[in-house]
């Protein structure tokens, strides 16, 4: 197999980020078909990809594909994923994998035994400057670091009967459906967490039936420290999405939607009085709507080169676990004993320097 062919499973919101991107990815991927139950959705984007199948049952396009992008609703990602798993099909699944504990090993075991590959789309992780922080992290550039914050400030409205705000269809509030990709960062990032705390609120995002503004503490088996804050109510940002660390040496900030990367760094600490604070511009990349791009381009070469995504049905299970466990605490007000989580678990990490890094950046 030199091209992955691609079927894509749901053509709504998320479509119009993905179908930008594959225009770049010719050389890897083939789109064959798309699926939606509203057959001009489909339509549109077979036209727009040069797909020659549009379709309204997805089964219709496993004689023609390898592999499925499927971007539905949450409570379908399970009896989908399953059908395209079993129909012995790698499967690229949009965050977050499934809804239950049982539905995500159901899922990853199935993916095992049919020799397919199970992504998760956490396309964060693909960002050019969350790979340059990971090397940061890693190398340890500017020390070890004692606490990393995360915000993502939004203004998101849904209308009423939405799957999306909706509990059950979605699984969850702001913290599942959109905090499942920084708590999946977070896990990736700093290890193991013991103990967390969420509080969340639906003030200003009455439309969503559990919170539209969460807030969420973690601390890890080390001793450092994880803040996430996440809304879809705000009327203006200074944040938007950002991400603060605490280094020995500095102050690491991502401004995540600008593409910039700024070290601060206090000239003189022994004048606590005057905090002489110049930010040195370290790392730019290019505008964000291209993150598809990394995220789709890794999931085919995991398939071209029968090699285990980094995002496999493992880890989002996990990130899962953290947040339905603080949920639970949060209704019964305790904090979560996040310890015990399947964190320890191997995954079969082989082949995966086979893998190109990932592109994108530029050094200033
Ligand atoms: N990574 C990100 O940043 C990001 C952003 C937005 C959405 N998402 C994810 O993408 C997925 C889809 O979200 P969305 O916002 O595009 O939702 P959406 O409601 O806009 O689109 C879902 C589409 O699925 C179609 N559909 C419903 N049932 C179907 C079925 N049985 N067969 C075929 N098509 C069917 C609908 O007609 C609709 O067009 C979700 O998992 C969501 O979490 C990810």
Redesign the pocket.
């Known amino acids: 197999m030199n091209k992955v062919k691609l079927a894509i ?7 119009d ?1 993905h179908e930008k991107v594959f225009s770049e990815l010719k050389d890897k991927i083939e789109v064959v078909g798309t ?4 057959l001009e ?1 489909a339509r549109k984007m077979a036209d727009f990809l040069g797909a020659e199948h549009a379709v ?3 089964k219709d396009l496993f004689p023609h594909a390898d592999a499925f992008l499927v ?4 409570f ?2 399970y009896p ?1 994923g399953m059908d395209i798993i079993n129909a012995g099909k790698h499967c690229l699944m ?3 994998l499934a809804l239950t504990e049982e539905e995500c090993l159901t899922m990853t075991h199935a993916a095992d035994e049919k020799g397919v590959k199970l992504m998760i ?1 956490y ?1 964060m992780r693909f960002h050019p400057m969350i790979t340059e922080l990971k090397r940061i992290i890693d190398e340890k550039v500017y020390g070890n670091f004692y606490q990393m914050s995360i915000w993502t400030e939004q203004y998101t409205w849904l209308p009423e009967g ?3 705000a909706m509990a059950k269809p979605s699984g969850g509030g702001q913290f599942y ?1 959109h905090g499942c ?1 920084y708590v999946d960062l977070l896990l990736w990032l700093m290890g193991k967490p013991i103990k967390g705390a969420h509080m969340g609120t639906r003030l200003c995002t009455e439309w969503v039936e559990l919170e539209g503004t969460s807030n969420a503490i973690f601390e890890f088996e080390d001793g450092r420290l994880a803040y996430h804050f996440g809304t879809w109510g705000t009327k203006g940002t200074r944040h938007s999405y950002a991400m603060h660390i605490m280094f020995e040496d500095g102050m690491v900030e991502c401004c995540l939607n600008e593409g910039k990367m700024w070290l601060h760094q206090t000239k003189d600490l022994s004048n606590y009085s005057e905090v002489s604070d110049e930010a040195q511009l370290i790392f730019t990349c290019e505008e964000t709507s291209h993150l598809p791009k990394y995220e789709i381009d890794y999931f085919a070469d995991c398939v071209l080169n029968d090699v285990r995504p980094m995002c496999d049905g493992n880890g989002a299970l996990q990130g899962n676990r953290v947040i339905w466990r603080m949920y639970e605490a949060e209704k019964r007000n305790i904090v979560a004993d996040l310890s015990g989580l399947g964190l320890d678990d191997e995954w079969d990490k082989k082949g995966l320097d086979k893998l190109p890094p990932t592109q994108g950046f530029v050094k200033p």
């Open positions: 499973v749901g053509c709504g919101f998320i479509s980020i699926c939606d139950v509203e959705k309204t049952d997805y971007a539905l609703p949450h379908l990602h989908v949009e965050k977050p789309g396309i939405h799957w999306l459906t990709h």
